[in-house]
């Protein structure tokens, strides 16, 4: 197995396009897992770590550009304010020491349907910008995911980052796991309200072959919020439990080892009604972020 | 508490080193000239190995030598069992008896050199039909012949079970099953192997080093002198680190054929199926009850999985024997072969899932009668051994109800179950009693005093995490009346006085024994030496007049009268003083057991609905406690991992292969720090000299007693869901 490092963008795109079978690796948090299992032996490792340009996030055009190398723990640590939804999700991920390494970019490159940042990327309807030597472009999250653990990356692309839209409402994660912590999760859903568009986004985690948003119980909490958003009252609790039930019929789950397919639709539509009351009682006490 | 060390709540002192990582394991041991090995394991549960091609892996870079059974090794014979897993040598033909079976040792230059070249080795095999799992084979289970393991009455009767359980007023009656369950200690099992001629040294880690070195001596066919076991400390065990297993003469073997040291870690996956584990078991239980909650009769039937290689029957249903008064019994084991490795010592073997069937099935009677659970424990309360009818050397299980009712606040339980709730969460109590057979065994050290008043104790125990250097180091103390602090202590090597193992909860009692015999030599011998030493102030006084504290011996009647061990030894010139302690369990009058009661409070999110332990309180009668510190650490992670136990461990088996489906720690899930509420740990601390003259008894196994029937009796309490199965997942709760 080679081993490349390069110390540049430009440089790690030669190298991909070079040998395209080589696997990117950043934090390592799901890469050595697989090695160790030996699920893989990929002919080359393209390490990251000495790629300054995907290692941090900053402000363009209104939007958060973070670098598909910024660990989830600075996610943490400086967007807990602007990115509240994908702070709460990153906070579940591993144990402080995968929070050090581990990425939002290695999440994707993944792609597999237990990530915990799809969810709240799919809520705020994140765009994946990609690079390869021909040139960059960007993904929609929804269009991003293909099947499990397959994306829309091409063989010489690397993820280089992630563009997200700072919350303009609130925004919450939950995920149900066998522990409380140091978990893949048995599914995880996360909700992100959006007054300005009085529209509701959504997200699934391991709950299908992709993760996934739930369009109808997106549309029909825009339609009972519709009349809601200028003068906020409580939720009537069918209308959560709608909502619920609609998340839960938007998900296609398996049984495996961490849960049977019928606990996770259930635990989803009660994940999606607890996730939707908490944000919108922090919408009718006026604060736009969740304390994440 | 002794003021010279005896139940001081010590700092364990090995502390600094664990935690700054200057502890040494036995994968830190590094010889010259070292080769590494890695064990190549079957894929398949059954059959035979048709073919098995080293030669690519003998070709690859480093390989120093590959061995399978197409080499023959030739062992002298298998060792006496218990404490070697299996009656099938390794390598001793081409059969598969299960997935993960080791079928080739390649070793090479370095750890990755071998690991590369044991996925190199090609087997073909010619796959049999697998027994996959205990339900298939619970057709065929059958009541096992005494011997091996087979070494407790398969098959119990007692008074006339039938008649009394169809002249029961109230009887309840069901079936409980525990999960395939894995001992998953943070340490691997490790052996590194060194051959000087004919003499063998095993780096093993190993949780008795002087069972094992016969064992491994006589699979070579060696003397005992000429195999020394070494472990120096062990990162958790549980019961896996309790037998010698194949890895440990593979390597043996391979250093040996190659003439250089070998050392094997081997891997995670290999932990769940090489090195033993608790088999699943299936458990029918009736109880006939009077109105008034005294019980008639119990009948309590159980099965558990064994391997094909070994007939290992848990003795599950010594709960229903032993622990209360009932003048009708009827109980039986019988073993189900499956294709899966073989099954091991478990903390806690036989009692852990066989209590909790029982305490279920009492809680099922406590709610058929409308008692109270404790009430009906106290009112059945044996006060001598149901079987034996002997006396027990000391008992305060009643004291254990007591104390654990009223400091969990027992009383604010609401006999109706789903009733008491608070948000989204359902609240429930639970409890259950604790019972363990203490057991004994000959343990032997030295105490040597020097010239510098330090003191060193050596015996042939091993730490495996319970604090063992400690407590050892205090008894010692205790007994020479010197501070703890001049204590060393030696330990994990057979060429030191043969300890007791670190299994059975046997280290306490059995070894604190001869530590204290020893230490009790030393000091009687120095007593002497100075009352009939001119020099010595204490010259002339009869033995028993003088005292010794603070490494200071006095006359007990004028205490200023005297002089330290350092003086006293320095001017005669002994260095060092060495006392022995050689303890040897005799027959007993007594029956030996240590009690305890679980109280546990369970908070469930009704709509997820998972269980969290938010509060669990022990109360523990182990005799006195050498260490408050220690045993309260002890006993926590044996409730954890009990908690784990009832909530979340089970090691899956595919259906159709019985292979473990997820043999490794990112599935298979132990409690993490957040899954833990309060626990508290309450000891009795009276000293049962009847047991031992240390008045100690074991703690290991007793902690973890009757825990996941206390969680589960609280569920029950919580939501009215009897869950019989065991672990109680969100799903079975759904």
């Given at each position: 197995m080679d081993f490349i490092r390069p110390t540049s963008l430009a440089e790690a795109l030669r190298a991909k396009a070079e040998v395209p079978e080589a696997v990117p690796i950043a934090g390592g948090t799901d890469v050595m897992v697989e090695l160790n299992f030996d699920r893989r032996r990929p002919p080359a490792l393209l390490d990251l770590n000495a790629v300054g340009e995907i290692a941090k996030w900053s402000e363009v055009d209104g939007r958060i550009r973070l670098g598909?190398?910024?660990p989830y723990v600075r996610v943490i640590d400086e967007l807990g304010d602007r990115l509240p939804g994908l702070a709460m999700a990153a906070r579940t991920v591993g144990s402080p020491q995968i929070r050090n390494r581990g990425t939002v970019g290695g999440n994707l490159a993944a792609a597999s349907p237990a990530g915990d940042s799809h969810p709240p990327l799919l809520a705020s309807d994140a765009v994946v910008e990609v690079a390869s030597v021909r040139g960059t472009r960007t993904i929609p999250i929804t269009e991003f995911y293909l099947g499990v653990k397959r994306s829309a990356l091409e063989p010489d692309e690397l993820i280089t980052a992630v563009l997200l839209p700072p919350a303009d409402g609130p925004q919450q994660f939950s995920k149900v796991g066998?522990?409380?912590?140091m978990v893949i999760a048995v599914c995880s859903f996360a909700v992100a309200l959006h007054p300005a568009s009085g529209t509701v986004g959504t997200g699934l985690g391991s709950a299908a072959p992709t993760p996934r948003r739930a369009p109808e119980a997106e549309d029909y909490i825009a339609g009972e919020l519709s009349a809601l958003w200028q003068s906020p009252a409580p939720l009537a609790d069918s209308v959560l439990r709608r909502f619920g039930e609609l998340v839960g019929a938007a998900a296609q789950p398996i049984d495996d080892v961490r849960g049977s397919a019928a606990y996770r639709r259930h635990a989803l539509a009660v994940l999606a009604r607890r996730t939707l009351g908490w944000a919108w009682h922090d919408y009718c006490e006026g604060r736009v972020t969740a304390c994440a | 508490m002794s003021e010279q060390g005896i139940g001081a709540a010590l700092t364990r002192v090995e502390a600094r080193d664990k935690v700054t990582g200057a502890a040494r394991y036995t994968a830190d041991v590094v010889l010259p000239g070292m080769a590494y090995a890695a064990l190549v394991s079957s894929q398949v549960s059954a059959g035979r190995l048709r073919s098995l091609d080293v030669s690519a892996a003998k070709a690859a870079p480093g390989v120093l030598g590959v061995f399978s059974h197409l080499d023959r090794p030739t062992w002298h014979r298998v060792p006496?069992?218990?404490?070697?897993?299996?009656t099938r040598m390794p390598f001793?033909?081409?059969?598969?008896?299960?997935?993960?079976?080791?079928i080739a040792i390649v070793v090479a230059s370095t750890r990755q050199q071998a690991a590369h070249a044991a996925a190199l080795v090609k087997a073909e095999y010619e796959a049999g039909k697998p027994v996959p799992t205990l339900e298939k084979a619970l057709p065929s289970a059958y009541v096992a012949a005494q011997g091996n393991y087979v070494n407790f009455p398969q098959e119990t009767v007692r008074g006339t079970p039938e008649e009394a359980l169809a002249g029961s007023p109230v009887r309840v009656k069901a079936e409980y099953r525990t999960a395939l369950i894995s001992h998953a200690p943070i340490e691997p099992s490790v052996t590194t192997a060194t051959w000087e001629g004919d003499e063998l040294t095993l780096y093993d880690t190993s949780q008795a080093v002087v069972v094992h070195r016969g064992l491994v001596a006589t699979a070579f066919g060696l003397p005992e002198d000429k195999v020394r076991l070494v472990c120096p400390l062990i990162g958790g065990a549980f019961g896996a680190k309790t037998h010698v297993w194949g890895h440990t003469l593979l390597v043996a073997l391979a250093a040996r054929r190659l003439g250089r040291p070998v050392q094997v870690v081997i891997t995670r996956k290999q932990m769940f199926t090489t090195t033993g584990h608790q088999p699943p078991t299936v458990q029918r239980i009736e109880i006939g009850a009077e109105r008034d909650g005294r019980l008639r009769v119990i009948t309590h039937d159980s099965t558990n999985s064994t391997s094909f290689v070994a007939e290992r029957p848990e003795n599950t249903v010594l709960s229903s024997v032993a622990t209360y008064a009932v003048p009708n019994l009827r109980t039986r084991v019988r073993l189900a072969r499956m294709n899966f490795g073989t099954p091991t010592a478990m903390r806690t073997p036989g009692d852990g899932p066989g209590s909790f069937a029982l305490e279920c099935a009492l809680d099922e009677l406590a709610h058929e009668l409308g008692a109270d659970p404790v009430e009906l424990r106290r009112r059945n309360h044996a006060d001598v051994h149901p079987q034996s009818g002997k006396p027990w050397s000391g008992k305060n299980l009643l004291e254990c109800y007591r104390i654990g009712a009223e400091r969990f606040g027992?009383?604010?339980?609401?006999?109706?179950?789903?009733?008491r709730r608070e948000g989204n969460d359902l609240i429930g109590y639970g409890m259950a009693t604790a019972r363990r057979v203490e057991h004994h065994r000959a343990a032997e050290s030295t105490v040597d005093i020097r010239t510098d008043g330090g003191v060193v104790v050596r015996t042939a125990t091993q730490d495996i995490g319970g604090g063992t250097l400690t407590t050892m180091i205090q008894v010692a103390a205790d007994a020479l009346g010197v501070a703890p602090d001049k204590v060393t202590i030696t330990v994990g090597d057979t060429d030191l006085p043969p300890g007791a193992p670190t299994f059975g909860s046997i280290t306490s009692g059995s070894n604190g024994s001869a530590v204290r015999l020893a230490a009790q030599d030393a000091r009687g011998a120095a007593i002497r030496l100075a009352v009939g030493d001119k020099g010595s102030p204490l010259h002339g006084l009869a033995e028993d007049a003088v005292d010794v504290r603070d490494g200071r011996l006095f006359a007990k009647a004028d205490p200023r009268r005297g002089e330290t061990y350092a003086v006293l030894l320095t001017r005669n010139r002994v260095n060092p003083l060495r006392g022995n302690g050689k303890y040897s369990p005799a027959e007993s009058q007594y029956e030996t057991s240590t009690f305890g009661a679980h109280f546990t409070e369970v908070r469930i999110d009704r709509d997820l609905p998972r269980v969290r332990v938010v509060r669990h309180l022990a109360v523990i009668?182990?005799?006195?406690?050498?260490?408050t510190k220690t045993a309260r650490n002890q006993a926590q992670g044996g409730i954890i991992g009990s908690i784990g136990v009832a909530l979340m461990e089970e090691l899956r088996q595919d259906p159709v292969s019985g292979r473990a489906l997820a043999p490794a720690l990112t599935d298979y899930h132990v409690p993490v720090n957040a899954d833990i509420g309060q626990i508290d740990v309450h000891f009795v601390n009276k000293p049962d000299h009847n047991s031992n003259p240390l008045g100690a008894k074991g703690l290991g196994e007793i902690c973890s007693i009757g825990v996941s029937a206390a969680v589960a009796n609280a569920v029950f309490n919580a939501t009215g869901r009897r869950i019989r199965d065991l672990p109680i997942t969100p799903r079975r709760l759904l």
């Amino acid at each position: 197995m080679d081993f490349i490092r390069p110390t540049s963008l430009a440089e790690a795109l030669r190298a991909k396009a070079e040998v395209p079978e080589a696997v990117p690796i950043a934090g390592g948090t799901d890469v050595m897992v697989e090695l160790n299992f030996d699920r893989r032996r990929p002919p080359a490792l393209l390490d990251l770590n000495a790629v300054g340009e995907i290692a941090k996030w900053s402000e363009v055009d209104g939007r958060i550009r973070l670098g598909a190398a910024v660990p989830y723990v600075r996610v943490i640590d400086e967007l807990g304010d602007r990115l509240p939804g994908l702070a709460m999700a990153a906070r579940t991920v591993g144990s402080p020491q995968i929070r050090n390494r581990g990425t939002v970019g290695g999440n994707l490159a993944a792609a597999s349907p237990a990530g915990d940042s799809h969810p709240p990327l799919l809520a705020s309807d994140a765009v994946v910008e990609v690079a390869s030597v021909r040139g960059t472009r960007t993904i929609p999250i929804t269009e991003f995911y293909l099947g499990v653990k397959r994306s829309a990356l091409e063989p010489d692309e690397l993820i280089t980052a992630v563009l997200l839209p700072p919350a303009d409402g609130p925004q919450q994660f939950s995920k149900v796991g066998t522990r409380n912590a140091m978990v893949i999760a048995v599914c995880s859903f996360a909700v992100a309200l959006h007054p300005a568009s009085g529209t509701v986004g959504t997200g699934l985690g391991s709950a299908a072959p992709t993760p996934r948003r739930a369009p109808e119980a997106e549309d029909y909490i825009a339609g009972e919020l519709s009349a809601l958003w200028q003068s906020p009252a409580p939720l009537a609790d069918s209308v959560l439990r709608r909502f619920g039930e609609l998340v839960g019929a938007a998900a296609q789950p398996i049984d495996d080892v961490r849960g049977s397919a019928a606990y996770r639709r259930h635990a989803l539509a009660v994940l999606a009604r607890r996730t939707l009351g908490w944000a919108w009682h922090d919408y009718c006490e006026g604060r736009v972020t969740a304390c994440a | 508490m002794s003021e010279q060390g005896i139940g001081a709540a010590l700092t364990r002192v090995e502390a600094r080193d664990k935690v700054t990582g200057a502890a040494r394991y036995t994968a830190d041991v590094v010889l010259p000239g070292m080769a590494y090995a890695a064990l190549v394991s079957s894929q398949v549960s059954a059959g035979r190995l048709r073919s098995l091609d080293v030669s690519a892996a003998k070709a690859a870079p480093g390989v120093l030598g590959v061995f399978s059974h197409l080499d023959r090794p030739t062992w002298h014979r298998v060792p006496a069992i218990p404490y070697f897993g299996e009656t099938r040598m390794p390598f001793s033909d081409d059969r598969i008896h299960h997935a993960g079976q080791h079928i080739a040792i390649v070793v090479a230059s370095t750890r990755q050199q071998a690991a590369h070249a044991a996925a190199l080795v090609k087997a073909e095999y010619e796959a049999g039909k697998p027994v996959p799992t205990l339900e298939k084979a619970l057709p065929s289970a059958y009541v096992a012949a005494q011997g091996n393991y087979v070494n407790f009455p398969q098959e119990t009767v007692r008074g006339t079970p039938e008649e009394a359980l169809a002249g029961s007023p109230v009887r309840v009656k069901a079936e409980y099953r525990t999960a395939l369950i894995s001992h998953a200690p943070i340490e691997p099992s490790v052996t590194t192997a060194t051959w000087e001629g004919d003499e063998l040294t095993l780096y093993d880690t190993s949780q008795a080093v002087v069972v094992h070195r016969g064992l491994v001596a006589t699979a070579f066919g060696l003397p005992e002198d000429k195999v020394r076991l070494v472990c120096p400390l062990i990162g958790g065990a549980f019961g896996a680190k309790t037998h010698v297993w194949g890895h440990t003469l593979l390597v043996a073997l391979a250093a040996r054929r190659l003439g250089r040291p070998v050392q094997v870690v081997i891997t995670r996956k290999q932990m769940f199926t090489t090195t033993g584990h608790q088999p699943p078991t299936v458990q029918r239980i009736e109880i006939g009850a009077e109105r008034d909650g005294r019980l008639r009769v119990i009948t309590h039937d159980s099965t558990n999985s064994t391997s094909f290689v070994a007939e290992r029957p848990e003795n599950t249903v010594l709960s229903s024997v032993a622990t209360y008064a009932v003048p009708n019994l009827r109980t039986r084991v019988r073993l189900a072969r499956m294709n899966f490795g073989t099954p091991t010592a478990m903390r806690t073997p036989g009692d852990g899932p066989g209590s909790f069937a029982l305490e279920c099935a009492l809680d099922e009677l406590a709610h058929e009668l409308g008692a109270d659970p404790v009430e009906l424990r106290r009112r059945n309360h044996a006060d001598v051994h149901p079987q034996s009818g002997k006396p027990w050397s000391g008992k305060n299980l009643l004291e254990c109800y007591r104390i654990g009712a009223e400091r969990f606040g027992w009383h604010r339980r609401d006999r109706r179950p789903g009733t008491r709730r608070e948000g989204n969460d359902l609240i429930g109590y639970g409890m259950a009693t604790a019972r363990r057979v203490e057991h004994h065994r000959a343990a032997e050290s030295t105490v040597d005093i020097r010239t510098d008043g330090g003191v060193v104790v050596r015996t042939a125990t091993q730490d495996i995490g319970g604090g063992t250097l400690t407590t050892m180091i205090q008894v010692a103390a205790d007994a020479l009346g010197v501070a703890p602090d001049k204590v060393t202590i030696t330990v994990g090597d057979t060429d030191l006085p043969p300890g007791a193992p670190t299994f059975g909860s046997i280290t306490s009692g059995s070894n604190g024994s001869a530590v204290r015999l020893a230490a009790q030599d030393a000091r009687g011998a120095a007593i002497r030496l100075a009352v009939g030493d001119k020099g010595s102030p204490l010259h002339g006084l009869a033995e028993d007049a003088v005292d010794v504290r603070d490494g200071r011996l006095f006359a007990k009647a004028d205490p200023r009268r005297g002089e330290t061990y350092a003086v006293l030894l320095t001017r005669n010139r002994v260095n060092p003083l060495r006392g022995n302690g050689k303890y040897s369990p005799a027959e007993s009058q007594y029956e030996t057991s240590t009690f305890g009661a679980h109280f546990t409070e369970v908070r469930i999110d009704r709509d997820l609905p998972r269980v969290r332990v938010v509060r669990h309180l022990a109360v523990i009668d182990c005799g006195i406690v050498l260490n408050t510190k220690t045993a309260r650490n002890q006993a926590q992670g044996g409730i954890i991992g009990s908690i784990g136990v009832a909530l979340m461990e089970e090691l899956r088996q595919d259906p159709v292969s019985g292979r473990a489906l997820a043999p490794a720690l990112t599935d298979y899930h132990v409690p993490v720090n957040a899954d833990i509420g309060q626990i508290d740990v309450h000891f009795v601390n009276k000293p049962d000299h009847n047991s031992n003259p240390l008045g100690a008894k074991g703690l290991g196994e007793i902690c973890s007693i009757g825990v996941s029937a206390a969680v589960a009796n609280a569920v029950f309490n919580a939501t009215g869901r009897r869950i019989r199965d065991l672990p109680i997942t969100p799903r079975r709760l759904l």
